[in-house]
């Protein structure tokens, strides 16, 4: 098994900016794929972002120009940094590791609560 432990989740003011990090506790060949999930109470959990090892992303549509994926393979670390938050940004924020950007994640971390307010 793998775990994932987050950090640098907050209380941040609209127009502000966080950075999340995520560490995996050991790096599995055929998981190539590094994300970030968000879930509101009551609410589905969605897909915001996800790097491959070879630094390939996707970005959702709400987020893109705004937050940065990014991720060190030497650390098995991956990052979000989120800039011009809004509250609409405020959620739990999940890490994931799995096969590929469009297959389940087979790995969560144990998320990190972000609250963009003024």
């Known amino acids: 098994q793998v775990q994932l432990v987050e950090s640098g989740g907050g209380l941040v003011q609209p127009g502000g900016s966080l950075r999340l990090s995520c560490a995996a506790s050991?790096?599995?060949?055929?998981?190539?794929?590094m994300g970030w999930y968000r879930q509101v109470p009551g609410q589905q959990r969605e897909l915001v972002a996800t790097i491959t090892n070879d630094g390939t992303t996707t970005y959702a549509p709400s987020v893109k120009g705004r937050f940065t994926i990014s991720r060190d393979n030497v650390k098995n670390t991956v990052y979000l940094q989120m800039d011009t938050l809004n509250v609409g940004n405020t959620a739990v924020y999940y890490c994931?590791?799995?096969?590929?950007?469009?297959?389940?994640?087979?790995?969560w971390g144990q998320g990190t609560q972000v609250t963009v307010s003024a």
């Open positions: 050991r790096s599995i060949f055929w998981l190539t794929t």
């Open positions: 994931s590791l799995g096969k590929g950007p469009r297959t389940p994640p087979n790995y």
